[in-house]
Structure formats: C-alpha cells, structure tokens
C-alpha cells in the first residue's frame, strides 16, 4: 500500500533525490523558518543552525527578489548527498521532511543516504518511469508553473 502521493505516482520517493542539485528562492521554504505556527517561528524538524543560516540570507523582511539559497550547499556534484543532510535535519522543503514521516520512505532515504551506487540506479530508473508517465516531454520549466 501507498502511504503518500509521491510513492502512488513514482513508487518510493526517489525523485526527490534531485534536489541534491540547484537553488530555492526564500519563497520556496519561508513558511519553515518564519511564522511557522502559533507556538514557534522555525519548524522543530530543522537543525536549529542550518536554520539560523536561512534566515540569515532569508529574514523575514526579504526585499532581494532573487534570494535563496543552493539545495544541497555540500556538493556541486549529484550525489547522495542530500540524503544525507535529509537526516541531519537539513533541507529546504517540507516535501523532504516528509520523507522520514513513514517508515517505508525513511528506510529507502537511510540506503540512499549509505550507498551513492544504490541511489544513483534508483533514481535513472525513477526518471526512466517518470518519462514513460509524461510521454518523454519535459515535466516542468518552473516547478512553479505547470506547463
């Protein structure tokens, strides 16, 4: 059974394994370092220093329209990478977050996040899938705006 939207379409979540390349805008994870609910400004699920880094390049009175900041600041390479920082509590999204909610997605993010091999075999198989889903076209130019 599925637990979560990402496995119903994909499988397991691998997909998400791309954000360990590129760059957010502060847009894209405010809500997890400002006002995040009624009790406390920053989400408990992120390493209160990795925290105290975003809101450095992102206060919450952001003019800098192009603010933000790279996804996995580690590595420029695609690795497994992000897998890693998943478990040290630092990623941008609550999409990653989310992957340590169920124990099935946590056991598959701990293997990648030990085994760059395993990750990078999953993950051209997931796109493989993804671009049988969407006929080969492009899935999104702004992962904003669908096209």
Do not use: W
Not at 117 to 132: E, G, L, P, R, V
């Amino acid at each position: 059974m599925f637990r979560t939207p990402i496995e119903k379409f994909l499988g397991p979540p691998l997909i998400l394994g791309g954000h360990t390349l590129g760059f957010s805008h502060c847009s894209s994870f405010k809500n997890r370092i400002h006002n995040f609910n009624s009790t406390t400004d920053v989400d408990p699920s992120i390493n209160p220093s990795f925290a105290a880094s975003l809101k450095s390049t992102c206060p919450a009175t952001n003019n800098a329209k192009n603010a933000g900041v790279p996804m996995d600041p580690s590595s420029t390479s695609f690795d497994n990478t992000y897998y890693k920082l998943l478990f040290q509590q630092k990623t941008l999204f609550s999409s990653d977050k989310a992957l340590l909610d169920s124990p099935k997605t946590k056991n598959i993010a701990a293997k990648f996040a030990t085994s760059k091999d395993a990750f990078t075999k999953a993950f051209i198989k997931s796109m493989i899938k993804m671009s049988s889903i969407t006929g080969g076209q492009e899935v999104r130019k702004n992962c904003k705006v669908v096209n």
